[in-house]
């Protein structure tokens, strides 16, 4: 980002007691502009191309969009409905390599295709939380979160309509917005697995031990996940710890001014900036600036600008510390033109992971037939309730779809645990989806993600047999 000239400790500015105010340089700053790679707008073209061939297969072979996903392309003759979600052609189709991999692209599409307007609507909504809410409030009042914050999150997400795909870039706007990572978590995990119209469609269909059990299970899980992080978070604040991307938030301007007099003191140094070098209250300040994945403590108990270290910059001002300024103020066009050019920068960061979740989608779908798949799950053993949520890591299933799909499967004889391990599983925990969550968070949190979530479904699936 740019004010003029770079800053640093050396200018006149900080040196001779320039006339320039400090709260002046910090109102002009108005963030770094985003500019896509050539790689992004390659996944970019690619994302219209394969959508736009879903779109096209479905015209010119009179299929509604919701058939090409719901019933696919590889049916047998004759055959829909339920029955339809459960039945694939045999594999590995005469090793007809070439048409292997056509019925993989197709089947990608159809999945694009799907879920695409979830993505879009995700987007949309982590934009206005990054420039809407104010990121220090959230922050004074939820601080790393604890129980009842996740507790509200694991609720919040209960209630909520959305896919495991389309929460993706909300979670990253959350994040952004200051919302801790424990209660975020929470949300992830539950906003999938369960929402209202899956919960009587699972007790209307399935019936209402199922949807109980459904129930318990998520919000122990959701649960569970939240209060690791809380306590992971609190050992370590600055969110870059646990995160691979990162949007400054909107600070006020009395903290901007606190970043900026930050950035004179770090430049150029080869040491870091005590606390006490900014005044009262600078600690405080500085621990805030931390959580916002600005500066960080060092071991010698100064602090450091994170971005200077990051990208080893030798004569760095104080432009390279300071975020964006408060969206609060625009006008109401202003804030719209924000929240597009955020859902945009946003958008363009995570096609390559959505892009890759597709395609790995479409193999699963053409490679591992379902009709295979129920000669696992059936009784109240171990191993099939284990089976039955590997499928629900290896499946794409939307939310809705589940439940029709975990009725079919019953028919065909999986038990009730494995049913619940699918039921929580299906929409909540999936290959695609860990993809495009391995672009947001790092490993060790991905890991907590998957392993809580896999492991409950299997425990959840296990306590439900020795009931039912």
């Known amino acids: 980002m740019s004010i003029g000239r770079s800053v640093s400790a050396n200018d006149d500015v900080a040196s001779q007691g ?21 790689r992004m707008w390659l996944y970019l073209a690619a994302v219209v191309v394969v959508y736009g061939s879903g779109l096209l297969y479905a015209l010119t072979h009179g299929l509604s969009v919701s058939s090409l996903y719901l019933y696919g392309l590889l049916q047998p003759p004759g055959v829909s409905g339920d029955e339809a979600r459960i039945v694939e052609i045999a594999t590995p189709l005469s090793w007809n390599i070439p048409q292997v991999i056509g019925f993989v692209y197709l089947k990608s599409a159809a999945v694009l295709v799907e879920l695409f307007q979830y993505w879009v609507i995700g987007m949309l909504i982590a934009a206005a939380l990054v420039v809407l809410v104010p990121w220090e409030k959230v922050k004074s009042r939820m601080g790393f979160g604890g129980f009842m914050a996740n507790l509200v999150a694991t609720t919040a997400g209960a209630i909520i309509p959305i896919c495991s795909c389309g929460i993706v870039p909300v979670l990253a706007g959350m994040v952004e917005a200051g919302i801790p990572l424990g209660p975020t978590m929470a949300f992830l995990i539950a906003a999938p697995m369960l929402n209202v119209p899956t919960f009587f469609m699972t007790a209307g269909v399935l019936g209402w031990p199922l949807a109980i059990g459904r129930v318990i299970a998520t919000f122990v899980i959701a649960l569970t ?23 400054p938030p909107r600070l006020s301007s009395e903290l901007q001014q606190v970043a900026f007099r930050f950035g004179m003191l770090a430049a150029n140094r080869t040491t870091g900036v005590r606390s006490e070098e900014l005044g009262d209250g600078g600690e405080a300040k ?65 096609n390559g992971y959505l ?4 395609f790995i989608a479409g193999v699963i779908k053409v490679l591992l037939p379902t009709n295979l798949i129920t000669d ?53 925990l999936s290959l695609p989806s860990i993809v495009m969550l391995s672009g947001i968070f790092r490993l060790r949190v991905l890991a907590l993600y998957v392993g809580i979530s896999f492991v409950g479904c299997v425990v959840a699936g296990s306590v439900f047999n020795l009931f039912f």
């Open 18 to 38: 320039s006339t320039v105010r400090i709260d002046e340089l910090a109102r002009s700053v108005t963030g770094p502009a985003f500019r896509p790679t050539p």
């Open 225 to 247: 996940a939240g209060q690791v992080l809380v306590r992971w978070q609190r050992r370590h604040p600055n969110p870059r710890h646990f995160l691979k991307i990162h949007i």
């Open 286 to 350: 500085l621990n805030l600036l931390e959580e916002a994945g600005l500066v960080e403590r060092m071991r010698d108990g100064t602090w450091s600008l994170l971005e200077a270290r990051a990208s080893e910059i030798k004569d760095v001002g104080a432009c390279a510390v300071l975020p964006t300024g408060e969206a609060l103020h625009l006008s109401l066009a202003g804030k719209a033109s924000e929240t597009a050019r955020t859902a945009m920068r946003l958008f363009m960061q995570l």
């Open 355 to 358: 892009l890759l979740a597709v």
């Open 376 to 428: 696992w799950v059936g009784g109240k053993a171990l191993n099939s309730v284990i089976v039955a949520a590997a499928v629900a890591v290896l499946a794409y299933v939307c939310t809705y779809v589940e439940v029709p799909t975990a009725l079919a499967l019953m028919s065909k004889g999986m038990g009730p645990g494995s049913t619940l391990a699918y039921l929580v599983g299906g929409p909540g």
